[in-house]
């Protein structure tokens, strides 16, 4: 197991360093994206609370396009940097990195069906753990559920998080792209964690020292978080999920069942 770790730390230091040198090629334009999202997001919610007094029907459509054009903009993230990955700079057009209204439409019936997926795992995990009523509390039991249905619902979560990339990269279908991160992340899933646990590490010390009022340090962490290891995340991911692809020896169109464990 620590060779194992080792290994893993390598792989993820590995992909870090090229990732940065990813960024630095197109630091602005990834940024840029980036800081649109900050942006969308950040008016959203300002919107969400002016519009909600005034009729919810408004409110509702505002919520649903600012989904459409929040998601519509991480996907152009993704496919732009799958063209710095791919293309001489030459090449790369801002065009291009504008999803498709079959990527879009791709992507939120995965989102649809992982939704789907974890209400399912909840009201199966409740009906197995329903007998515990007569031993424990109903609050205990609720509680018990709750945390189980959490772990396996996060955990299932970084498999089939990779699927954006294969509907962009490969252009496959929506249940085709999440079975295929459930294969492909089979025997990585303690190298994703630790590279998840490596990026929310700066969003846990900016957390950290906003909580004790550290506010000059916590804005420095801010900024570096939002100009920095947002953007740098974003293209680590993408990395990661080519070297996985490179080292993918499975079937081109698995099964879930199969690549559950």
């Known amino acids: 197991m620590i060779e194992y770790l080792k290994e893993s730390t390598f792989v993820i230091n590995d992909v870090i360093s090229d990732a940065w040198d990813v960024l630095k090629k197109r630091y602005f334009a990834i940024a840029g994206i980036c800081f649109l999202l900050f942006v969308v997001s950040n ?9 909600n007094s005034i009729s919810i029907v408004l409110s509702v459509f505002m919520a649903l396009l600012f989904l459409v054009v929040y998601f519509g903009l991480q996907l152009a993230l993704f496919k732009h940097i799958f063209q710095v990955l791919d293309r001489d700079q030459e090449d790369i057009r801002w065009r ?14 995965c989102v649809v069906s992982i939704l789907v997926g974890a209400f399912i795992t909840y009201l199966l995990i409740s009906v197995i753990f329903f007998p515990l009523i007569y031993l424990i509390s109903v609050e205990v039991m609720v509680q018990i559920v709750y945390f189980i249905t959490f772990v396996l619902a996060f955990s299932m979560f ?56 550290y506010a000059v340090i916590s804005t420095g962490l801010s900024m570096v978080n939002s100009f920095v290891i947002v953007p740098l995340s974003s293209v680590a991911f993408i990395i990661a999920y080519r070297k996985m692809m490179r080292d993918y020896r499975g079937d081109a169109d698995p099964s879930i069942m199969e690549n559950i464990i």
């Not at 999440?178 to 490596?198: E, K, Y």
């Open 43 to 51: 008016v959203s919610g300002i919107l969400a609370m002016y519009l």
């Open 96 to 109: 291009d990195s504008i999803p498709e209204l079959k990527e879009l439409i791709y992507f939120f019936a």
């Open 158 to 213: 970084l498999r089939i998080a990779f699927f954006p990339f294969f509907i962009l990269d490969k252009g496959v279908k929506p249940f085709k792209a999440i079975r295929l991160s459930l294969a492909t992340t089979r025997g990585n899933f303690i190298r994703i964690v630790l590279l998840l646990a490596f990026f929310a590490l700066f969003g846990s010390l900016y957390l950290y020292f906003s909580y004790r009022g």
